[in-house]
């Protein structure tokens, strides 16, 4: 595994059937090449904080939950790196300033988290360096990461690291602990509060957070260099997603259209061109307003295609998408219904680049997103029930060149399965 052009903070877990729920998730750092220049000094420490919502249920009685046609129960904690309460503790220097990574690895949850006595100063948001501002606390939604600077300026003593739920009743808390390596014991100041529950408070923070034009990615060159918005985007696909009922069970869907897993992978499917494991096209490019069904829905789109995407929420939560093999500047968001003109509000300047989005209830979020990269790629909720249950669709990346320099060739070794058994890899 080559990491190849990326840089930054992200985190590993299992997909499948509803094994994320159980852990087996991790960390992962991408550091910047010698001689790359970072737009902050090094620090004197690079912690991690993998925090996420947390059931007493087994992963496999979770699944049967939702496989029996009803939601998952609210969760029973917060766990930090997969400790309880004041389970971590990480020792800083006073004076130093160090690197902290936030991923939100839950199944249900938005996440707040904010430390004692400290502000946060927001460097890097999953692979983009940002403009560094300040903040007191951070919302990080489910499958995000940031990266922020603490620096250890306040009298030596023990400060709580508090996360909690977002939109939530009741709110989760769990805490960690900052821990100055000359401290006597617990700090004096107030613990830090929480944020307002007002959807406002997280959709301006959301807006305030910039890439950094001057900064240096993983190349030399300065992140601004590409000019995404002045690029003319060739298609606006929009994205609707809906509860709904289907045989007399929960579901979810994406315009109109609950997804279910193929017999065969359906990039193997479509390597081989097996016919009747899906059906290009099936997931359109416009919410329905029809009743939901049942399909394998995958989208057909072309290489080199500069794509406008709006994911609209008409519901009461807040919604958290990712895209696999593709980062997106996110453009704009706002409450209430999308329409063309709403594209005189977007940010085509300095829009942050990441890999998870969040839409905010009875609202919509717009991207930007280059189609550089051939292949079969999940587009799917981070709520892993709205997962599982329906809320994913495949977005079908395709090149006429065939070409190796557009996309690696299958592996010698790879697995074939459903209807593929049986079948050759290639002989080289």
Known sequence: MQFKDQIGSYYYFPSLLFHKAAGGYGAIRVLSRPRIPVPFDPPAGDFT????????????????????????????????????????????????????????VGIATSVNIRIQGHSMLLVEVEGSHTMQSTYTSIDVHLGQSYSFLVTADQPPADYSIVVSTRFTTPVLTTAAILHYSSSNGAASVPPPPAPTVEIDFSLNQARSIRWNLTASGPRPNPQGSYHYGLVNTTRTIRLANSRATINGKLRYAVNGISFVPADTPLKVADFYSIPGVFTLGSMPDNPTGGGA??????????????????????????????????????????????????????????????????????????????LDNVGMWNVRSESWARQYLGQQFYLRVYSPANSWRDENPIPKNALLCGRASGRRTRPL
């Open 49 to 104: 904080i993998l925090a996420g919502d947390w059931f007493k249920l087994n992963h496999t009685d979770l699944k049967g939950i939702l496989d029996s046609g009803n939601d998952l129960p609210f969760p029973d904690g917060l766990l930090i790196n997969g400790q309880g309460w004041n389970g971590n503790r990480f020792t800083v220097d006073q004076g130093k300033t160090y690197r902290f990574r936030v991923s939100n």
């Open 293 to 370: 069904y049942l399909q394998t829905s995958v989208m057909a789109a072309n290489m080199r295609d500069y794509v406008e995407v709006v994911f609209e929420n008409a519901e009461n939560l807040v919604q958290s998408w990712h895209i696999d093999g593709y980062a997106f500047w996110v453009v704009g968001m706002d409450g209430g219904q999308w329409t063309p003109a709403s594209r005189q509000g977007y940010n085509l300047r300095d829009a942050i680049a990441r890999y998870t989005l969040q839409v905010y209830p009875q609202s919509w979020t717009a991207i930007y997103m280059p």
